[in-house]
């Protein structure tokens, strides 16, 4: 046992004298240190920003360290947008529109993976094709549509029209297909268990690492959702939370604390939600266009 | 048998095995009719038609092409046209940034690698909105972290005589604001590229590098010959995902330099769009506009296909 591991430390020692400390590898890993620097200065500046009064932000040289103003900032910010009624609205229209398509998706990707009926490659296929369709297409339509059943200033024109996406089944049918073996639905039909039952019973708990990442796939993509809520939310009190920040920026007068503090009360959550599911997040993310 | 009779009673054939696969994607089918299908022919119609909203559906009249028409002479459209485009140009330096960083990580990290990854992954999860904000006030003449930076180069002698010595009005000179968006769409989906492109590296057979090593072949060599070549499909993928990103440009200038900014150098077509269909009321010529988008983006589509399949073909 000792005598594996002195083996061991010694083979390390020997590869990291080798090519360990090369300068290329040196300057590799600089290259990616200041990488990483460059896409994390931007999170640092909002924090900073964010605990800093509008006076202190414009001042030179620009505030580099925190400061005590958050609270007031936020003070300030909801002086001037019902803000938590707003984060409220995201965080519904969030919720929601994880439901409905982590219920919807997973349906139609246990039905694509699981059952021989007629027309499914084409269907499939079809599904896919719909992935084609820009969203700007429809833009001017769509609003005309919610304005026609009312819908506008609704929650639920931005949870329900997109809950059966085609990203999320086709997520849900290449899992589904890749881990749940067929002879367990079989078994489970000859114990007497429904069509619904086997998918609610056995798929549901079987996909739950997939439905993790759709979730969280769409939880983010509705909480930073910006050009479908401008168009279909017109008021103060309906506002998601990026709208009522959009509105703040582009107002007469605009007060950098307050909009700092808020853009840290949206930013925050998520940063905390992708700090324990990265992994999972990226390979969902990557899942559909490189593997598609 | 009792079972089987239990079974039809509780859910009359409906959830038959035979039905049931329809059941379950109809939701998708029934949301696409509504929500995608018919806002899209709708759309179609619609760019034939003149119509002002506030009139009332009644008062929608046939134009026949005057939509197009009126689009592709209006010098606005060319000009939010070439905006996006050079934007676009702009964008595609991403491409050779992210496969090189990660080649680099690939590379040279292991235990670090995941951490490095979602360290350069955070910009693409966070807000369009948040983004353009921080963004906004980096950009700051007076009081913003990009003049700063500048400043203190500035200082350096050699460095300091490339490096401009008033600060710069990012967002305020048209010939500026365009570099501060592509800064922005590159800080932004840098690391999504990154890892698009990692995961194609991390698919290649180590064989490969291994047998090339044994051959003799150095680093930079793999990367031309091994790495590189193999790539193609995914920066095919990216490329293409990065023109129908880019063509439809609308969160980040929008909310930069709202209608443009100065001589409307910020003005995309997608923008341009909006405006035209929600501050102008005019959702005919919108829906012309957005076809006309839609073509072109086709159109790049097409040739970037040609390109790449052409590319390959020379090659052998």
Wanted: charged share 10%; net charge positive; with cysteine.
């Amino acid at each position: 046992m000792q005598g594996a591991k002195a083996i061991s430390r010694g083979t390390t020692r020997r590869t990291a004298g080798r090519r360990g400390v090369s300068l290329a590898r040196l300057s590799a890993y600089l290259i990616i240190g200041l990488g990483a620097i460059f896409c994390l200065t931007p999170f640092y500046i909002m924090l900073v920003y964010g605990s800093h009064s509008a006076a202190e932000i414009f001042s030179f040289p620009p505030p580099l360290w925190f400061g005590d103003q958050f609270f007031i900032n936020v003070e300030n910010l909801l002086a001037v947008a019902p803000f938590w009624r707003n984060l409220w609205n995201s965080f519904y229209i969030a919720i929601m529109a994880t439901a409905f398509t982590l219920f919807f998706c997973s349906l139609a990707g246990f039905a694509f993976a699981m059952y021989d009926f007629k027309g499914r490659e084409t269907m499939f296929t079809v599904v896919l094709a719909t992935l084609l369709i820009p969203g700007f297409l429809n833009l001017v339509p769509f609003y005309l549509m919610m304005q026609a059943i009312g819908w506008i200033d609704r929650p639920i024109a931005l949870y329900l029209p997109g809950a059966a996406s085609a990203f999320g089944i086709f997520l849900m049918r290449q899992f589904i297909g890749a881990t749940v073996p067929r002879d367990l639905l079989e078994a489970a039909r000859i114990d007497g268990a429904s069509e619904f039952g086997l998918f609610w019973r056995i798929i549901i708990p079987l996909a739950r690492p997939a439905l993790g990442t759709l979730g969280l796939v769409t939880f983010i993509g509705a909480w930073n959702n910006y050009q479908g809520a401008l168009v279909v939310m017109q008021s103060k009190e309906t506002f998601t939370a990026q709208l009522a920040l959009g509105a703040l920026k582009g107002a007469f007068r605009t007060d950098w604390g307050a909009l700092f503090a808020g853009t840290v009360i949206t930013v925050v959550p998520l940063l905390i939600i992708f700090a324990f599911t990265s992994k999972q997040l990226i390979e969902g993310l990557t899942a559909g266009s490189v593997k598609g | 048998m009792a079972l089987i009779q239990r079974k039809s009673t509780r859910f009359p054939n409906l959830l038959s095995r035979k039905y049931a696969p329809y059941l379950f994607i109809a939701p998708f089918f029934i949301f696409f009719v509504i929500f995608g299908l018919f806002p899209t022919l709708f759309s179609f119609y619609l760019s034939f038609q003149e119509w002002r909203q506030a009139q009332g559906l009644g008062a929608m009249q046939w134009n026949g092409i005057e939509n197009y028409t009126f689009t592709l002479t209006d010098p606005w459209f060319w000009q939010a046209f070439r905006n996006t485009l050079s934007l676009g140009v702009y964008g595609l330096a991403i491409q050779p940034v992210s496969v090189l960083m990660a080649f680099l990580i690939h590379q040279t990290l292991s235990r670090f690698k995941h951490l490095a990854l979602a360290l350069y992954f955070l910009p693409y999860i966070t807000s369009t909105v948040a983004v353009a904000i921080v963004f906004s006030m980096v950009f700051s003449k007076n009081a913003g972290l990009l003049n700063a930076i500048l400043a203190v180069l500035n200082q350096i002698p050699l460095l300091g005589l490339i490096v401009p010595n008033e600060p710069v009005d990012w967002l305020g000179k048209a010939a500026t604001v365009q570099p501060s968006i592509a800064l922005l769409l590159f800080w932004r989906y840098l690391g999504w590229n990154i890892i698009l492109h990692i995961t194609a590296i991390q698919a290649i057979p180590k064989e490969l590098y291994e047998a090339a090593a044994i051959d003799g072949a150095n680093v930079r060599q793999q990367f031309w010959r091994i790495t590189l070549p193999l790539l193609r499909p995914t920066l095919f993928l990216t490329v293409t995902l990065t023109i129908i990103g880019q063509m439809q440009l609308f969160d980040e200038p929008y909310i930069l330099t709202g209608e443009g900014g100065p001589g409307r150098a910020g003005l995309t077509v997608a923008t341009y769009l909006y405006l035209t269909g929600f501050k102008w009321g005019e959702p005919g010529t919108a829906a012309a506009i957005a076809w006309i988008l839609f073509v072109f983006i086709v159109i790049f589509n097409v040739l970037n296909n040609y390109l790449f399949k052409g590319e390959g073909r020379a090659r052998g």
